[in-house]
C-alpha cells in the first residue's frame, strides 16, 4: 500500500538546523510530486515546500523561503527537507504527501505521512 514515512525531526535550538527526509514506497514515485507540510499547536496546516517530478521546479512557503531547500532522489524514493536558522515558530508536525497531478497545489495532495515533531527551543 501506498506509505510515506518521514524522519530527521527532534529537538534542536534557534539557529540550528535539521533534515527531514520522506521516504516513499507503494506506488511510482517517480510520478508524483511531493508536498511538504507542518501544523503547529492551534494553527491551521501549512505547507511549506514542494519539488514537482522533474527535481527541477521547487516551490517554498514565504515564511521558510532562504531557509529551507527541498530535493529529491527518485532513485532512493526520497525527498529531503533541509532546514536552517530554525526558530521557534518553526515548531510543528512536519508531513509529507504526494501529488499525482504533479501541480503541488493543495487540492492535489492525496495521500500523507503521519508527520514528525520538530521542535525548536533553547
Known amino acids: 500500500q501506498v506509505q510515506l514515512v518521514e524522519s530527521g525531526g527532534g529537538l534542536v535550538q534557534p539557529g540550528g538546523s535539521l533534515r527531514l527526509s520522506c521516504v516513499a514506497s507503494?506506488?511510482?514515485?517517480?510520478?508524483?510530486?511531493i508536498g511538504w507540510f507542518r501544523q503547529a499547536p492551534g494553527k491551521e496546516r501549512e505547507g511549506v515546500s514542494c519539488?514537482?517530478?522533474?527535481?527541477?521546479?521547487?516551490y517554498y512557503g514565504d515564511s521558510v523561503t532562504g531557509r529551507v531547500t527541498i530535493s529529491r532522489d527518485n532513485a532512493k524514493n526520497t525527498v529531503h527537507l533541509e532546514m536552517n536558522i530554525l526558530k521557534p515558530d518553526d515548531t510543528g508536525v512536519y508531513s509529507c504527501?504526494?501529488?499525482?497531478?504533479?501541480?503541488?497545489?493543495?487540492?492535489?495532495?492525496?495521500?500523507w505521512g503521519k508527520g514528525i515533531q520538530v521542535f525548536v527551543s533553547s
Open positions: 504527501a504526494r501529488d499525482p497531478s504533479d501541480s503541488c497545489l493543495l487540492q492535489g495532495f492525496d495521500s
Open positions: 507503494g506506488f511510482t514515485f517517480d510520478y508524483y510530486a
Open positions: 519539488i514537482r517530478t522533474s527535481g527541477e521546479t521547487t
